[in-house]
C-alpha cells in the first residue's frame, strides 16, 4: 500500500500549478473556523506551493522507501515506525484529522482517514518477538483458534481488537451528526462525489443519490447500526468472525460507492482511501484455525 501511495505522488495531476495541482485539495482542509488544524495545513500548503516540485518528490519517495524497506526483513521495524510516524503526519497534514473537524463527516467518505488505520496497523504489526513474525506460534486462541496476524504486534491480540472496536463505534457516531441524518444528506454527499470521476464511476455515484434521496436519516442509522456491530462484535469471540466479516463489506461497499475507489481513476488519488486498508486491517485480525495436532503439540517435538 505504501508503494502504491508513493507511486501516485508521481502522477502529472500533482505537479500542476496552484488551485489545479496536488495543493488545491489539500487547501480545501483550511476551509471552516480557523484552528491550530488548519493554520497548521495552511502553513503546510503554503511551503509546498513555494517548492512543489521538491515536495511531491519528496513525499513519493518517502512512501516508496517505507514500502521497499517493509519487504525485507532486517527493516521491517524501522519500517514499520517510519510507517506509523509518516502516517500521524499525513493524518494530520493531509486529512485534517479524517474530515472529523468538520461537519457531516462520514466513514462511507473516508472518516476517520486511512493514515490513522495506517497508523494503528503499522503497530498491530510491529513484531516484539525475536525471531517470530507476527502472527506465527503464540497462544491458542478461544475454541481451539490460532492466533491473528497481529497477535505477536506490538499492541498484542487484545489491543488490536479494542483499536478496531474504537474505530468502528467512534464512525459509527460520527454518522449521529446532523447533516447526515438530514433526508438529503446522503444524496447530496453521493452526488458531489460524481464530479469529476469517469462515466462509470459517475454513474454509480449518481444512481446511488438518486436511489438515497430524501431517505439520509434511514440510511445513516442504518450505517451507524452496521458500524456498531462490526466494532462491538469483535470483543466476543462467538461474533468475531461475523465483525470482521461485516466490517470488511461494509468497507468494500463504501469503497466502491462514497469513496470512489479512492479517486484513483481520476488521476488525483494521492491514496486508496480508507475501505483497502480497513479490510487490510480485518484480515490482520481474522482469527485463523489451529492445524491438526498443533494444541497439543510439545515445543521442541514433532
Same mark, same amino acid.
Given at each position: ?133 507476527? $502472527? #506465527? &506460534? %503464540? !497462544? +491458542? *486462541? /478461544? =475454541? $481451539? #483458534? &490460532? %492466533? !491473528? +496476524? *497481529? /497477535? =505477536? $504486534?506490538?499492541? %498484542?491480540? +487484545? *489491543? ?143
Amino acid at each position: 500500500m505504501w508503494l502504491l501511495d508513493g507511486a501516485l505522488q508521481f502522477q502529472p495531476y500533482m505537479y500542476e500549478k496552484g488551485s489545479k495541482g496536488f495543493f488545491g485539495p489539500l487547501s480545501q482542509n483550511t476551509m471552516g473556523r480557523p484552528n491550530f488544524i488548519t493554520d497548521a495545513i495552511r502553513t503546510l500548503v503554503a511551503t509546498g506551493v513555494a517548492h512543489q516540485v521538491l515536495f511531491n518528490v519528496t513525499i513519493g519517495l518517502v512512501q516508496l522507501a517505507i514500502g521497499a524497506c517493509l519487504l525485507y526483513g532486517r527493516t521491517t521495524r524501522i519500517a514499520l515506525a517510519a510507517s506509523a510516524i509518516w502516517a500521524a503526519g499525513v493524518w494530520v497534514g493531509g486529512e485534517a484529522l479524517g474530515q472529523m473537524i468538520f461537519p457531516q463527516a462520514s466513514m462511507l467518505t473516508g472518516a476517520p482517514g486511512a493514515a490513522l488505520v495506517y497508523l494503528v496497523v503499522s503497530l498491530v504489526l510491529w513484531p516484539v518477538r525475536d525471531g517470530e513474525a507476527p $502472527g #506465527e &506460534a %503464540g !497462544e +491458542a *486462541g /478461544e =475454541a $481451539g #483458534e &490460532a %492466533g !491473528e +496476524a *497481529g /497477535e =505477536a $504486534g506490538l499492541l %498484542g491480540a +487484545a *489491543g488490536a481488537r479494542a483499536a478496531w472496536a474504537v474505530i468502528w463505534c467512534g464512525s459509527a457516531l460520527l454518522e449521529l451528526e446532523s447533516g447526515n441524518f438530514a433526508p438529503r444528506g446522503v444524496s447530496a454527499q453521493l452526488a458531489y462525489s460524481a464530479r469529476g470521476e469517469p462515466g462509470a464511476v459517475a454513474w454509480i455515484d449518481k444512481t446511488s443519490a438518486h436511489l438515497a434521496a430524501g431517505h439520509g436519516t434511514i440510511i445513516a442509522f442504518s450505517m451507524l447500526l452496521v458500524e456498531l456491530f462490526a466494532g462491538w462484535g469483535i470483543v466476543r469471540a462467538p461474533t468475531r468472525r461475523a465483525a470482521l466479516a461485516t466490517g470488511i463489506a461494509a468497507s468494500l461497499v463504501y469503497w466502491v460507492v462514497g469513496q470512489n475507489f479512492g479517486l484513483m481513476l481520476t488521476g488525483q488519488a494521492t491514496d486508496p482511501n480508507l475501505g483497502p486498508v480497513m479490510i487490510l486491517f480485518a484480515l490482520c485480525l481474522w482469527p485463523r484455525t489451529r492445524r491438526a495436532g498443533a494444541a497439543e503439540a510439545v515445543p521442541g517435538q514433532g
